[in-house]
């Protein structure tokens, strides 16, 4: 569901005005929530949409400069910054579209480009979050097989073939979606939607893509981190056995054992499996809640029968309380995008090391107090070094000088 979906649903007062009246009086308890809700949604949408986008961007440029590019979890992660804001960008514009009334995504030609990249960067985004964890889950329980599944030849080519497969699966708008122009009181209104032999075909797509972009890739990411943590906890017992006995033997010789400690803990090993698995642990957590609503939407829906008019009306103008949870859900599933710069920088040493590097040392070369001392002081002592060596030289030449006119005058 994308940003125009979210505020259709929201929007119960886009129907003919008889039929609020009809309704008003079953509406009052729910109104104010709705109202409440759908400016949440307007705010929060653009805010953290330019939030997420400028920090992937941020966080793309570090993980493609020569220092991180050389590993594969990199490039994986980097495609996944470019794929988030791919997604994130067509739902701000989408919400531009739909609250300001532009409607430029539903004209023939946007509504079809939409609709694919809309897709396919939403399928990018949650395989290359698989990709990261599978990763992970090779450096840790497969420490051997490190060398030959994680290097960036593979990695090029798993980001390769997921584009390939995302382009295959979700074609599909080209040649369905359709703008079409709907009569609406004295104005008409174009609408994209899909054309109506394509109804089942669509029932199969929603079926497919909850399947390819939902179940399947939760429950690979869960099953992987059951067998990250599993292998993490044996890991720590058996280097919690090894520290004692090498305590104990260090006591022995009279010396401590504090340095093995710390060389384990700051292995380089151990700061990428950190980061990757906080990667896919904020994404289960944030993405969790929407995952479940949609899930319980395609495979349990819920078509209550109303019992008159009345209720009728109200069902078409109030969204149940189904649309408003999954609202709310996908508001948090955005929180998503918006903290991966954040779980860089808090988990990822060596990306926290470039990130400063690249966007704060010419900063602090070139404008900070401290580094025009800096260079200062690292000419004065140039220039005394220059000043000494002169000296030295002349003193060189004085003695030589003197002894040739002590020969001359003799």
Known sequence: ????????TLSYNEQPPS???????????????????????LVSTPTICVTAVTGNVLAFFVFVSKSLRRTSCSWYLAARSVSDSGFLIFNFLSW???????????????????????????????????VVTLENYVRICRPFSVQ?????????????????????????????????????????????????????FMKAVLFVDTLTTLVVPSILIVVLMVAITFSLIKSLKRQSRLQGVGSRSACTNGETGGGGRGRSKSSPQAKVTR???AVSFFFILLNGPSHFIRAYRVFLPVNPTPVNQTSADHQALSPGVEEQAQVFCEMI????????????????????????????????????????????????????????????????????????????GS
Request: proline share 2%; hydrophobic share 45%; glycine share 4%.
């Open 1 to 8: 569901m994308d940003a125009s979906d979210r505020l259709s």
């Open 19 to 41: 039929n609020l009246s009809l309704a008003s009086s079953g509406m009052s308890n729910n109104t104010a929530f709705i109202l409440v809700l759908k400016n949440i949604f």
């Open 96 to 130: 531009l579209s739909e609250t300001f009334s532009l409607n430029f995504i539903h004209l023939a030609g946007m509504c079809q480009v939409f609709v694919f990249f809309t897709y396919l960067f939403s399928f990018l985004s949650v395989w290359l979050t698989v």
């Open 148 to 200: 030959k599944f994680c290097n960036t030849l593979i990695a090029r080519n798993t980001i390769l073939v997921l584009v390939s497969v995302g382009i295959l699966l979700y074609n599909f708008p080209f040649w369905v979606n359709v703008s079409v122009a709907t009569s609406y009181g004295n104005s008409t209104l174009v609408w994209c939607k899909f054309k109506d032999e394509f109804k089942a």
């Open 275 to 277: 980061m990757l698995f």
């Open 333 to 408: 599933y955005y929180l998503c995008f918006a903290v991966n710069l954040v779980i860089y920088l808090t988990f990822g040493r060596s990306f926290r090391k470039q990130f400063k590097e690249t966007y704060f040392s010419y900063c602090l070369r070139h404008n900070s107090p401290s580094g025009c001392s800096e260079m200062t002081a690292m000419s004065t002592v140039r220039l005394e070094e220059i000043e000494n060596r002169n000296e030295d030289q002349a003193a060189l030449i004085e003695p030589n000088a003197n002894k040739d006119n002590n020969n001359t």
